[in-house]
C-alpha cells in the first residue's frame, strides 16, 4: 500500500480564494482524520470521519472551513475563502478503528497570501 | 519541511547515548498512549503505543514507560542515532474512546549530535 495520499503538497493562494485539499486514506482503513499544524498551535484535530460519516468536527475552526468523504477512498478538506492565518500544514491521517494508530499523510503546506 | 514550534522543549544528545523524552498528561481518564515520531517535511510516524493496563513496553531500541500515578509518559530511545533526530509527540485517549480521537501533547525536539 502506498500509504496515506494526500494532493497537492504545496499550495500558494491569495486571500479570499477557495482551497482544496485532497486525501486518499489506506485502503481498509475505516477512520479518517484532518489535523492542521502551525507553530503556534501544534498538532490539532479539526474533524474525523467513521466509515464517511463525519463524527466529531469541533474542531473545525469556522464556517469557512468544510470537510467530505463522498467514499470510503476519498476526502476532501475546503477553505472558503481562504486568510492568511489559515497557512499551515494540513495532514490526513487513517485508521482501522479510533483506538489504533493513525497512519499519516505527508501533508499539504498551504501558504495564503 | 514543517516542524512544531519556535517554543519547543529541545533535547540534545551525543549519538550513541540513550535518550529520554518525558511527556506529561492531564486527563486521568486518558488509558491509551502512543508515541509519535515527526521527521522534518514528513507526517507523524508511529513508533510504540502503550495502555494503561501496563506500566512498560519495549519496542526496537525503544521503551515506553507509564507512570499513571503522576500522569507522566516517558519515550526511551537507547543508543541514539543521528536519524532519530525529530520531533516526539506523546498522544493519548480514554478507551473505549467514545467520540474522542486522540489527543496530541506540543511535541519536544530531539537533536543527535554526532
Known amino acids: 500500500d502506498a500509504g496515506v495520499i494526500q494532493s497537492p503538497r504545496h499550495e500558494v493562494t491569495e486571500m479570499g480564494q477557495e482551497v482544496t485539499l485532497r486525501c486518499k486514506p489506506i485502503?481498509?482503513?475505516?477512520?479518517l482524520f484532518w489535523y492542521r499544524q502551525t507553530m503556534m498551535r501544534g498538532l490539532e484535530l479539526l474533524i474525523y470521519?467513521?466509515?464517511?460519516?463525519?463524527?466529531?468536527d469541533s474542531g473545525m475552526p469556522e464556517d469557512r472551513f468544510s470537510a467530505k468523504m463522498p467514499n470510503a477512498s476519498f476526502s476532501t478538506l475546503k477553505i472558503q475563502p481562504s486568510e492568511p492565518r489559515d497557512s499551515a500544514v494540513y495532514f490526513c491521517?487513517?485508521?482501522?478503528?479510533?483506538?489504533?494508530?493513525?497512519?499519516f499523510g505527508p501533508g499539504t503546506r498551504l501558504t495564503v497570501l | 519541511g514543517e516542524s512544531v514550534g519556535l517554543h519547543l522543549p529541545t533535547l540534545s544528545v551525543q549519538e550513541g547515548d540513550n535518550s529520554i523524552i518525558n511527556c506529561a498528561y492531564s486527563?486521568?481518564?486518558?488509558?491509551?498512549f502512543i508515541w509519535y515520531k515527526q521527521e522534518s517535511g514528513k507526517g507523524p510516524q508511529f513508533i510504540i503505543d502503550?495502555?494503561?493496563?501496563?506500566d512498560k513496553r519495549q519496542g526496537q531500541r525503544v521503551t515506553v514507560l507509564l507512570n499513571k500515578t503522576v500522569k507522566h509518559l516517558s519515550l526511551q530511545i537507547a543508543a541514539t542515532q543521528p536519524g532519530d533526530s525529530a520531533v516526539y509527540f506523546c498522544?493519548?485517549?480514554?478507551?473505549?474512546?467514545?467520540?474522542?480521537?486522540?489527543?496530541f501533547g506540543s511535541g519536544t525536539r530531539l537533536q543527535v549530535q554526532p
Open positions: 491521517a487513517s485508521s482501522w478503528t479510533r483506538d489504533n494508530e493513525q497512519f
Open positions: 485502503s481498509g482503513h475505516d477512520y
Open positions: 470521519f467513521n466509515n464517511n460519516v463525519p463524527i466529531d
Open positions: 486527563n486521568s481518564a486518558s488509558d491509551y
Open positions: 502503550i495502555r494503561s493496563n501496563m
Open positions: 498522544a493519548e485517549n480514554i478507551l473505549p474512546t467514545g467520540r474522542r480521537a486522540l489527543t
